[in-house]
């Protein structure tokens, strides 16, 4: 659980209830991460490249998202969560 208003410095592993940094993500997680983002980035542009999905209205169930509207959608969730 984060504390409200703490900050936490990037590339940590931070775990516990509260919150506290535990270690330095190590490189190889860290490829593993940015290696599962392309994949998912990937996945994402392929399907948006299926007939019929782009332009569609955005946000009805079963049509796409752009990128950006589902970052901005992740973003607003946390804020709400927060």
Same mark, same amino acid.
């Given at each position: ?5 703490? =900050?936490? *410095?990037? #590339? ?5 209830? *509260?919150? +506290?940094?535990? +270690? ?20 994402? =542009?392929?399907?948006?490249?299926? &007939? ?5 209205? &955005?946000?009805? +169930? #079963? =049509? ?7 970052? +901005?959608?992740?973003? #607003? ?6």
């Amino acid at each position: 659980m984060l504390t409200p208003g703490k =900050e936490y *410095p990037g #590339g940590s592993v931070v775990m516990g209830a *509260p919150a +506290r940094v535990v +270690r330095a993500v190590a490189e190889r997680e860290l490829a593993l991460i940015k290696r599962a983002a392309r994949s998912y980035q990937q996945r994402i =542009e392929r399907y948006l490249a299926e &007939p019929g999905l782009r332009g569609a209205e &955005p946000g009805v +169930r #079963g =049509e796409a998202l752009t990128i950006a509207q589902c970052r +901005r959608h992740r973003q #607003g969730a946390a804020r709400r969560a927060g």
